[in-house]
């Protein structure tokens, strides 16, 4: 697998407050990635910074291909403010608002790449629906297929499946199973461990400001998740 | 009915006072809607007194020679420009610290409202100026409006209501979803300052014709009144414009009929409109919750 994003020396927080500290790492094409780590450890600084949300306060990252991949991303889902009047289609359009230049209205083609992606997620029955009118896990999957819509080749999720339950796990699990191919890199904050090792080929534990690699089966071993330390 | 006759008989005295504020009452409630669904509804209060603020400035400037002598036409020219610098400034500078997250964002917009609303008074009572409808006209007494000024806020107006829907998808996104804006590649600063511009301008335009009180009450109720029952943010926005334009016309019709001021008239009438409505929602949500 050729490299799709490094990570050079990344420094990343908030202000002045360093997160991460120099970290080195490379996201492989057609790789998926768990990223775990303790609540406050900086797994969520380094999605966003991946994803270009959060800009490094040193270091760099560099996309290895000619452009920039499509980047489609998962938010939790408590950080979207339900008092906006969206439709589940209306949501799931808003991925494609990178492919549509400002001043040309969504069109029918849109719409139906919307569609598309809802019926990926099986969430097509839910489109005319009001996002704020729907369980935890049906918004999941309304906000994976957003993601998806844009066809992205790097698809970060933030806690995808947290506070959703067991059927809605399940489903996501087999999701994103399906959905890592060569053409679509994952990379997935979760504190779900059966989840990461059954989506996941290399962890990384984010931990003191550093980030740990390796592979699923080193990474999560029972040797070293004992010898995690507690919260 | 005949108050309503004679208000669009064509040599009516007030009769571009009416166009103003029928102009108000459907373009205020489309930016409104902005400050609504992004909760600044503090904002709503606080950028109109800051917008006379900046006119009764501009004027301040103008009464002591800083500026050259102007046409009446200039000077209202003048005040635009105040009333416009003053909003989108503040604007930016409580979007930057409302960006760094420091503070209470509410304390930095009351503390703005609280000192433009006393220098508003200040600068006006102590300029020649505030004797000839200034502070009439701020305190949202709509009095007659120059052909010229009816065109120009017109045209202005439109070009707003233009910008706002060509980008309303960019306006829409940054609003909701401002990471997934950051993702697809969307510079979110220009979107955000655009947006706060196309705010600014059109509170500036609304003060200087209708004062602050008045400006806030079309920007907040409409919006208001239109989320008891929109399903969609289409919706939304279409309907807080009706009610706005239709609200202008209405308080417009009720002031004339009974000698009453216009701006304050409107207001009292949206807050019926809106007791109406939040009844008719309560009532209706009951009568589903028992069939």
Redesign the interface.
């Known amino acids: 697998m050729k490299p799709l994003i490094t990570l050079e020396n990344l420094t990343v927080g908030y202000?002045r407050k360093a997160v991460l500290e120099g970290v080195k790492a490379k996201i492989l094409e057609g790789d998926a990635i768990g990223l775990l780590g303790a609540n406050g450890s900086g797994k969520t600084t380094l999605l966003?910074s991946i994803?270009?949300?959060l800009p490094p306060s040193e270091g760099k990252i560099r996309f290895e291909g000619t452009k920039?991949p499509v980047?489609?991303?998962v938010?939790q889902r408590e950080?979207?403010?339900q008092?906006?009047?969206?439709?589940n289609l209306?949501v799931v359009e808003?991925?494609l608002?990178?492919r549509?230049p400002?001043?040309r209205?969504?069109g029918r083609a849109e719409r139906t790449a919307a569609m598309q992606a809802l019926e990926r997620t099986g969430a097509a029955d839910l489109a005319h629906k009001?996002f704020a009118e729907i369980s935890g896990g049906q918004k999941q999957r309304v906000l994976i297929a957003?993601a998806l819509a844009?066809d992205p080749d790097l698809l970060?999720l933030d806690e995808p499946t947290a506070g959703v339950d067991a059927p809605a796990v399940k489903a996501i699990t087999e999701l994103l199973q399906l959905w890592n191919t060569p053409g679509m890199t994952i990379v997935m904050v979760n504190h779900d461990l059966p989840v990461v090792r059954a989506v996941a080929r290399t962890v990384w534990w984010v931990r003191e400001g550093t980030v740990e690699q390796g592979t699923a089966a080193e990474m999560l071993s029972r040797e070293r998740i004992e010898h995690l330390p507690v919260e | 009915m005949e108050a309503l006759r004679e208000i669009f008989d064509p040599q009516f005295l007030l009769r571009n006072s009416v166009y103003i504020s029928l102009l108000l009452g459907f373009v205020c409630p489309l930016v409104g809607v902005y400050l609504v669904i992004r909760r600044l509804i503090f904002m709503g209060v606080a950028l109109p007194q800051v917008s006379s603020c900046g006119i009764a400035f501009a004027f301040t400037l103008h009464a002591r020679g800083l500026i050259p002598h102007l046409e009446e036409n200039s000077e209202h020219g003048l005040a635009l420009v105040g009333a416009t610098v003053f909003t989108i400034g503040t604007l930016l500078v409580l979007a930057f610290f409302e960006r760094q997250q420091r503070g209470m964002a509410e304390g930095r917009i009351g503390t703005a409202y609280a000192l433009a609303g006393a220098w508003s008074i200040l600068l006006l009572l102590t300029n020649p100026y505030g004797e000839h409808g200034l502070l009439e006209r701020l305190q949202g007494k709509i009095i007659s409006v120059a052909d010229l000024d009816l065109f120009l806020t017109a045209l202005l107006f439109f070009l707003l209501v233009v910008c706002l829907s060509l980008f309303k998808k960019e306006f829409l996104l940054v609003s909701y979803d401002r990471e997934m804006a950051l993702t697809l590649g969307k510079n979110v600063t220009f979107w955000d300052g655009l947006l706060f511009a196309i705010i600014g301008l059109t509170i500036s335009l609304a003060v200087f014709s209708v004062g602050p009180s008045v400006t806030f009450g079309f920007l907040i109720l409409p919006p208001l009144i239109a989320r008891l029952f929109a399903r969609t943010m289409k919706q939304l926005s279409m309907a807080a414009s009706v009610i706005g334009g239709f609200s202008a016309l209405g308080g417009f019709w009720i002031a004339y009929s009974y000698d009453l001021p216009v701006g304050p008239t409107d207001i009292a009438l949206l807050g019926a409109i809106y007791a109406v409505a939040f009844g008719i929602r309560k009532a209706s949500s009951l009568l589903s919750q028992s069939a």
């Open positions: 202000g966003k994803a270009g949300i920039r980047i489609g991303y938010p950080s979207l403010d008092s906006f009047l969206l439709s209306e808003m991925g608002c990178g549509v400002p001043g209205f969504l009001r957003r844009a970060l």
